[in-house]
C-alpha cells in the first residue's frame, strides 16, 4: 500500500516540497515514519502536527488504503 503525503506550512518548509507521493505504509504511523526517514526535518513537526487521511483526522494506528492522501497540518495561528 502506498499513500500520498501533502505537507502543509511549516511541514512543507520543513520538508522542501509540498508533497511526497506513493510512500509505503499500512498505518498513519509507518508512511509518517517513512516520510521522517526521508526528510528528517519533519520530525519535530509531525509530533505536534494533525495527520489527516482523506480528509479525516486520525491517529497513528489509522490504517491508510492504498493511493490515499496523507495530509500533515502543524498548528498554526492566525489573526
Request: cysteine-free.
Given at each position: 500500500?502506498?499513500?500520498?503525503?501533502?505537507?502543509w506550512?511549516?511541514a512543507?518548509?520543513?520538508?522542501?516540497?509540498?508533497?511526497?507521493?506513493?510512500?509505503?505504509?499500512?498505518?498513519?504511523?509507518?508512511v509518517?515514519?517513512?516520510?521522517?526517514?526521508?526528510?528528517p526535518?519533519?520530525?519535530?513537526?509531525?509530533?505536534?502536527?494533525s495527520?489527516?487521511v482523506d480528509?479525516r483526522?486520525?491517529?497513528?494506528?489509522?490504517?491508510?488504503?492504498?493511493?490515499?492522501?496523507?495530509?500533515?497540518?502543524?498548528?498554526?495561528?492566525?489573526?
Amino acid at each position: 500500500m502506498a499513500a500520498t503525503v501533502r505537507y502543509w506550512a511549516g511541514a512543507r518548509a520543513a520538508a522542501g516540497v509540498s508533497e511526497d507521493p506513493a510512500v509505503p505504509g499500512a498505518l498513519v504511523g509507518e508512511v509518517v515514519d517513512a516520510v521522517v526517514a526521508r526528510r528528517p526535518a519533519l520530525a519535530e513537526v509531525v509530533a505536534v502536527a494533525s495527520l489527516l487521511v482523506d480528509g479525516r483526522r486520525v491517529g497513528r494506528d489509522a490504517p491508510v488504503p492504498d493511493g490515499a492522501v496523507l495530509e500533515v497540518l502543524p498548528p498554526f495561528a492566525g489573526g
